[in-house]
């Protein structure tokens, strides 16, 4: 069964782009150009989520603090993307599982979210 990604990103053709690529690379792929309600991302059942970081209403940040502090979405991985040369503090401060800037390669972006999906699942089983 294909992973599920939950890509949040605010530009058009970047949401279509990757949502293409991480198709063809495998994932089941749920865009949105911004970010909705908590109980909307929880009912989508994602492996991972994918967030801008730079999103008009809040910042991709500001919403992995929102995932990680709550039960039902702490152990989901989030994967922050920026063109942002902050990116690795901005993901800091979010607690996310990982970072990626902009621009990047879909292989690497494959491979990240690979990892951090793979890791979590080795968690979960661990427990």
């Known amino acids: 069964m294909s992973k599920h990604i939950v890509l949040i990103e605010d530009e058009p053709d970047i949401l279509e782009s990757t949502t293409l690529l991480l198709e063809h690379a495998g994932f089941r792929v749920s865009g949105f150009k ?5 109980e909307e991302m929880v009912a989508l ?15 991709g940040h500001i919403i992995c603090i929102l995932f ?9 991985p989030v994967v922050l993307i920026s063109a942002n040369p902050a990116i690795k503090q ?3 401060l979010g607690e996310a599982d990982a970072y990626v800037g902009k621009p990047f390669e879909i292989d690497e972006l494959v491979e990240v979210l690979t990892r ?5 699942s080795a968690d979960k089983n661990a427990k």
């Open 45 to 59: 059942r994602p492996d991972c989520f994918l967030l801008d970081e730079n999103l008009p209403a809040i910042s």
């Open 68 to 76: 990680k502090s709550k039960p039902v979405t702490r152990d989901i």
């Open 34 to 38: 911004a970010f909705t309600t908590l």
């Open 116 to 120: 951090v999906i793979t890791s979590k």
């Open 90 to 92: 901005m993901a800091a």
